[in-house]
């Protein structure tokens, strides 16, 4: 079962849903253009796509005819996308490596947090000291339900199978929320990025300290830049000005709105990781 936000952000999520639901009526050519953007994340529950669409217009309308379509529902993007309009696809790379069965994609670049172009997340709690103790707890965790499941499953293995039909599960916009759900009671535990841990052991020493890590993900990559197969030759300047975002002072804050402080690109990395990335 997932947990909608608590109380006193359902009216704010209900306005920005009115919005959004306009924003994305607006049809989009089947044919597309090499200009848009298109986004969609299910490891990150974003609050305000308002906002998020007007700052990238604005900063993409600087360098050209450019224009950013984020996708609030995982369905909506890839319709879309099985359509194949030109353009580049910002989106995990959990939903990356599973949308390259049915749709083939090519990733460009990947998105760095700390320079890193990889992140592992760390299940933990406050007054839970094993996994078989989260029977009827609620996670709490950044991203949509079947991102934040297939993560756990992965963390407790089969060993635990019976147990993830017991756990419910509660959105967040991100996860330095999901740390702080646990600290005030909402959630008994959380599903975060070690980068985040290590942000609230520097702004609450306190509350880091209380918490135990229960479980470790493997690494994964974050934010993909993709493009369709096959690949797009007059993509390349949109992606260009993807890849020096953090250069320029509006693209760097941008960046921060994804959880991101720069691009590498996917051939710049080491073999072992293009591997990883670089599909039939």
Do not use: C
Request: charged share 20%.
């Amino acid at each position: 079962m997932m947990i909608k936000y608590p109380t006193i952000f359902r009216q704010w999520r209900a306005w920005i849903s009115v919005v959004l639901w306009a924003l994305l009526s607006i049809p989009i050519a089947p044919a597309g253009t090499p200009e848009t953007v298109f986004f969609y994340n299910p490891e990150s529950s974003v609050d305000n796509f308002a906002a998020l669409k007007a700052e990238f217009d604005d900063y993409l309308s600087k360098q050209g005819a450019y224009s950013f379509q984020p996708f609030s529902e995982r369905n909506t993007f890839e319709v879309m996308l099985a359509g194949k309009p030109q353009g580049v696809y910002l989106l995990s790379s959990w939903h990356y490596l599973q949308l390259n069965a049915k749709t083939p994609l090519e990733a460009k670049l990947v998105g760095t947090a700390k320079g890193e172009p990889q992140q592992r997340k760390i299940l933990t709690a406050k007054d839970i000291d094993n996994i078989p103790a989260l029977a009827g707890a609620t996670i709490a965790g950044a991203g949509s339900e079947d991102y934040l499941r297939s993560q756990l499953q992965q963390m407790l293995g089969a060993s635990y199978a019976a147990l993830m039909p017991k756990i419910k599960l509660l959105s967040v916009p991100k996860d330095i929320d999901a740390l702080m759900a646990v600290s005030f009671g909402m959630a008994s535990a959380a599903l975060s990025s070690e980068n985040s841990l290590n942000k609230l052991a520097l702004i609450n020493p306190k509350q880091h300290a209380q918490l135990k890590t229960l479980a470790s993900g493997e690494k994964s990559f974050l934010l993909i830049a993709a493009v369709a197969k096959p690949s797009q030759s007059d993509a390349q300047p949109l992606l260009k000005i993807i890849e020096t975002m953090q250069q320029q002072p509006d693209g760097e804050k941008n960046l921060k709105m994804l959880g991101l402080d720069g691009w590498k690109r996917i051939d710049a990395l080491d073999t072992s990781l293009v591997k990883q990335l670089r599909l039939p």
